[in-house]
């Protein structure tokens, strides 16, 4: 981290990696001091709503399973913060940081965790299941590897209609030996599609360590598919930005497929039912969060740009953990879902009864 | 009135929907080139071009679900399984995703899909390839289930599928895709459904879909010439939505069911339909609802016991006299 730091300046060569620090890229450089605020905001607003969600979750608040991105937060915002009007995002099932990244507002978030009509998908997704079309953001899927192809779909929607977009297909390293993911490979290396499969490898496919899942390096195996791919550490915002803004002007652009692995790290067990005491050191974890935490990192960086000081961390924190708060407040206050929603959003024909063409009964006792 | 083959009525019904809207795209192993597996496709390439009319990998759990998602950001995919039994390896597509997205996102999102292909039995090609799954795809709210029996129904009905805003699976069959019969050359649309009396009668109602329909058809010809009886027919057509008015008039009239299905018997489209049946039209029963169904076991290779194992005109005729016996 530190030498990271040292080297936060335009232009300089990290000591550490010998490699030009990308702080100086220029998707980075460009970037105001608005900005650079606005995306460390993300990462702790991030942060923060996902700790109030494991509270709710343990005074009972919330049902079923909880996937925390507490760790991961750079590749979120990272890879978000670079989406154009045409650029669409598409992930499984840890997927709240994603979908603050995409700007949701956190009350429909944690209403939808609480289970109650004022979620953004009604109650009726859950935590797995989060959903903001209108900001391009397709879920939120439960199924490992299951979204994969329906992000190339996306990204085969936006080449059929000749649009510059492209869609990041999020998976996670558990998710790389399912057979949906490789048939989305070849589909989309096969026909061009404007597709960027983003490994983000946590390290663990819930409890088993990519040494004991998958072989060789994850992505590379694009190369079997003749597809290009990267790989790099997730943990600094820039690095991160830096890393993907080249591919998705290869897909916008060219619409050029690749495979991207981006190294991360989670600080909490797979859900927050996982104990997390037997296939992980507790010390692997705190190495980590004292070397690469990407909040840490990132602060460290903007701090060294004179771009935030210990006045307007302590600020944008606690407004963080102010909004997180209200957040639960709303979704406290607001009402379940009633019986009578169950058989609304299934069919678009029985939501739109004025519209609708067949006849017959599309529900049975 | 043109006849058509019951393959050429879906290529009219595709080569009119794909006229009419630019989002509509035709996807499938061997659609373009190749012409189709059994051709229903033919000619389409020619006409629409390859962005159009595409050639996709033996991959269908990456076709469906890519159609999937093209779907949700407005395009209009027609995917072709080459048989429905290819449906397995795709299933978590169709129905984790295709079936639930709409619900799951509060209704954010629509999936105006079309999965079409032949669901059948009868052509001695074993288990893996004879699969009718029109009851497994029902049991997913979500999705809606048409089967066919006719040419004019399938192209009626694959053009109401086409512009439908939910996903529709379409069941059509190999042994069906020969069968001729009128099919207008305009543009009409039958609505999905609505299910069509087949057949008027007054001794018993057979309520059916699919290729069953026609040998119920052959069947109550034979049961009318040599036996006096009179048999009414009900083509469901459509599975989900399902028009249970239709049948309980006709049970209404005739007093006697029995329900021909090519589906193994267990949890099959006949059980649901026996139970309602019976739940809104009890008084109206003057006999048990009887079910013909194929006979419970995978399907077997050996051409004249399959023959037997599925229903047939005779299986049909036997059945009625049963009923009414």
């Keep these: 981290m530190t030498k990271k730091t040292s080297a936060a300046e335009v232009g300089q060569i990290d000591p550490g990696t010998g490699k030009p620090d990308p702080a100086a890229a220029p998707v980075n450089a460009s970037l105001s001091a608005d900005q650079r605020i606005a995306l460390y905001r993300l990462m702790v607003r991030i942060r923060r709503f996902e700790e109030r969600s494991l509270r709710a979750y343990q005074a009972k608040k919330i049902g079923g399973f909880l996937h925390l991105y507490i760790g991961q937060e750079a590749v979120a915002v990272g890879c978000c913060s670079l989406m154009g009007k045409d650029d669409h995002v598409i992930t499984a099932y840890r997927d709240h940081g994603h979908a603050i990244a995409v700007g949701m507002e956190l009350n429909p978030l944690m209403a939808e ?36 192809p329906l992000g190339t779909g996306l990204a085969y929607a936006l080449k059929y209609k000749g649009l510059k977009g492209a869609c990041m297909t999020f998976l996670g390293d558990g998710a790389v030996n399912q057979g949906a993911v490789h048939e989305a490979y070849n589909l989309a290396a096969l026909w061009d599609l404007p597709v960027i499969f983003v490994i983000e490898n946590n390290g663990y496919s819930m409890g088993t360590s ?19 791919w990267g790989s790099c550490d997730a943990h600094d915002l820039y690095e991160v930005r830096a890393f993907m803004s080249g591919f998705l002007e290869k897909a916008r652009n060219s619409c050029k497929p690749a495979v991207v692995e981006l190294r991360t790290y989670r600080y909490r067990g797979h859900s927050v039912a996982d104990p997390d005491n037997t296939y992980r050191v507790k010390a692997e974890i705190e190495e980590y969060r004292k070397v690469k935490d990407p909040l840490q990192v990132f602060q460290n960086r903007l701090l060294a740009e004179k771009v935030l000081d210990d006045a307007l961390v302590e600020k944008i924190d606690a407004e963080a953990r102010a909004e997180a708060d209200v957040s639960a407040d709303f979704a406290e206050a607001s009402p379940f879902p009633t019986a009578d929603d169950l058989q609304k959003d299934v069919y678009w024909e029985a939501d739109n009864p004025s519209q609708r063409k067949s006849g017959g009964r599309l529900f049975f006792n | 009135m043109p006849v058509l083959q019951y393959r050429e009525a879906i290529r009219q019904a595709l080569a009119e929907e794909l006229t009419r809207d630019p989002n509509v795209v035709v996807l499938g192993e061997e659609v373009a080139q190749f012409h189709g597996a059994y051709k229903v496709t033919e000619g389409l390439l020619e006409k629409f071009g390859p962005k159009r009319i595409v050639d996709t990998p033996i991959s269908e759990a990456g076709f469906i679900g890519m159609g999937i998602g093209a779907s949700m950001l407005g395009i209009r995919p027609v995917l072709e399984l080459m048989f429905w039994s290819f449906y397995s390896v795709a299933f978590d597509q169709i129905l984790n995703n295709a079936a639930n997205v709409r619900y799951m996102s509060g209704g954010q999102i629509h999936c105006p899909i079309v999965i079409r292909g032949p669901a059948n039995g009868g052509t001695n090609v074993g288990a893996t390839h004879s699969h009718t799954p029109e009851n497994v795809l029902a049991n997913h709210p979500g999705v809606k289930v048409v089967v066919p029996s006719t040419p004019y129904d399938a192209k009626g009905l694959l053009k109401s599928a086409i512009r439908d805003n939910d996903p529709v699976m379409f069941l059509e069959n190999t042994i069906l895709y020969g069968d001729k019969g009128e099919v207008p050359a305009d543009d009409y649309l039958i609505p999905l459904g609505k299910a069509d009396v087949k057949r008027e009668g007054t001794d018993l109602t057979i309520v059916s879909y699919g290729r069953p329909v026609i040998q119920s058809l052959a069947a109550a010809n ?33 007093h006697r069911v029995l329900i021909v299905e090519e589906q193994k018997p267990f949890c099959g489209v006949g059980a649901q339909l026996s139970h309602m049946i019976q739940s809104e039209a009890f008084d109206e029963l003057d006999a048990p609802i009887a079910r013909l169904c194929t006979i419970d076991a995978p399907a077997i290779y050996s051409p004249p016991v399959e023959t037997e194992q599925l229903p047939n005109p005779q299986r049909i005729l036997k059945a009625v006299i049963e009923v009414l016996d």
């Design chain 1, 210 to 228: 990519q040494a004991r899942s998958s072989a060789g390096e994850l992505a590379r195996r694009a190369e079997g598919y003749g597809m290009a």
């Design chain 2, 222 to 254: 034979l049961l009318q010439q040599e036996h006096n009886i009179s048999v009414e027919i009900v083509d469901l057509r459509s599975i989900r939505p399902l028009d249970m008015d239709t049948v309980l008039a006709s049970v209404r009239k005739t």
């Design chain 1, 113 to 148: 965790l609480y289970g109650k009509a004022t979620g953004c998908s009604k109650g009726k997704g859950g935590s797995m299941h989060f959903f903001d079309p209108a900001r391009n953001y397709w879920g939120g899927h439960g199924i490992v590897g299951g979204q994969v």
